[in-house]
């Protein structure tokens, strides 16, 4: 059996810089370890990069990570970049500027889905904006009271955490899914909720297996784009980061 990725990430994303052994190199010249700050572009969520170094002064800029058909995270270097050899020791280190905002970004969609409490048909996160597209056959009546809400919830600073559910309990309360047309990370035995708010008060909770910030106030202010209409009933609603 072919050893899995260990997806540091997903315990820790603040996590900047690690060492990790390769386990093999794809035909592609793809590179997989046996462990991973690299989050790899999955659940409408960029895949990172950043660069790799080993041995006495090599460095391989990543351009993009993605995940194997197989479940593992494969990191993919920039063209004509030099790769190390399977069973090197390297360590990786983030674009974190760019894998930042990816969590302000993250977060702050998740907030939209409580100001906006409609089915979720499709969504993206990069560096400069994100997106939800909702089951909406009307478009909002006022767009700035939505983005004074939203930014009001950013502002309050409410605790986001995770806890583990099994997949069985998961299909017991299929109300936690808000997204349509996005699985929710099942298939391993356990699924990762993310939660905002505390003890006394969630604000939201949905299966998740991105990277977010751990307070909101970390998102920053954010601004409405276009609310555009895609399909009968689907609208865009898109964000940008002030800063």
Not at 47 to 58: A, E, K, L, P
Not at 87 to 108: F, N, P, S, V
Request: charged share 25%.
């Amino acid at each position: 059996m072919q050893k899995m990725t260990d997806l540091l990430y997903r315990n820790d994303a603040y996590l900047k810089s690690a060492k990790a052994s390769v386990l093999f190199i794809s035909e592609i010249g793809g590179i997989v370890f046996d462990k991973s700050v690299f989050y790899p572009n999955s659940g409408g969520q960029a895949g990172d990069s950043g660069r790799i170094t080993w041995g006495q002064g090599n460095i391989c800029m990543i351009g993009d990570t993605v995940r194997t058909s197989d479940g593992n995270v494969m990191l993919i270097p920039e063209e004509g970049e030099v790769i190390p050899d399977v069973g090197e020791m390297c360590i990786q280190t983030l674009d974190w500027e760019k894998r930042y905002r990816h969590m302000r970004m993250h977060t702050a969609l998740h907030l939209l889905s409580v100001i906006i409490p409609l089915p979720v048909t499709g969504g993206q996160i990069t560096a400069e904006k994100g997106r939800l597209d909702f089951d909406m056959p009307d478009a909002p009546k006022d767009k700035q009271m939505l983005e004074q809400e939203l930014n009001n919830l950013i502002a309050d600073d409410h605790a986001v955490t995770t806890s583990w559910i099994s997949d069985e309990e998961l299909s017991l309360n299929s109300a936690l899914i808000k997204t349509l047309s996005v699985k929710p990370p099942i298939g391993t035995g356990k699924v990762r909720l993310v939660k905002i708010g505390d003890q006394n008060r969630t604000i939201d909770l949905q299966p998740c297996g991105g990277t977010h910030v751990c307070q909101t106030s970390e998102i920053g202010q954010v601004e409405f784009g276009k609310i555009e209409k895609k399909g009968r009933q689907n609208r865009r609603v898109s964000l940008k980061l002030l800063y």
